[in-house]
């Protein structure tokens, strides 16, 4: 099994989690509203740091992880500017 961990910082998480599904995801958990720093600086959602992101998790079958990194990887080639998407997929051992 896979964990995909995603950060989606843009007005449509939605797209997001409909590629999940579209491409073998069984669900996903999402949290809205989320703050940090990263390479494109910081989101805090305050006037000084504007904008708030999205995490979002997913445990997939192995067998499914590669069309599900494969439709994460086509939907950051369509973002509109100012839309990021990035992912992380880590080993899970066990799942219940």
Same mark, same amino acid.
């Given at each position: ?6 950060? *989606?910082a843009?007005?449509?998480?939605? =797209?997001?989690?409909?590629?999940? @599904?579209? &491409?073998?995801?069984?669900? *996903? ?5 989320? &703050? ?6 910081? /989101? ?7 904008g708030?992101?999205t !995490?979002i998790?997913? /445990? !997939? ?10 439709g @994460? !990887?086509a939907?950051?080639?369509e973002?509109?500017?100012?839309? =990021?998407? &990035?992912?992380? /997929?880590?080993? !899970?051992?066990?799942? =219940?």
């Open positions: 099994m896979k964990m995909f961990w995603i950060i *989606y843009g007005p449509r998480p939605a =797209r997001v989690t409909d590629a999940l @599904l579209a &491409h073998g995801a069984a669900g *996903y958990t999402e949290f809205p509203k989320a &703050h940090g720093t990263g390479t494109h600086g910081r /989101v805090q959602g305050t006037r000084a740091w504007p708030e992101e !995490v998790t997913s /445990v !997939v079958a192995a067998e499914a992880s590669a069309g599900v990194a494969d @994460l !990887v939907l950051q080639n973002l509109a500017a100012g839309e =990021r998407l &990035h992912f992380a /997929v880590l080993p !899970v051992e066990t799942f =219940r």
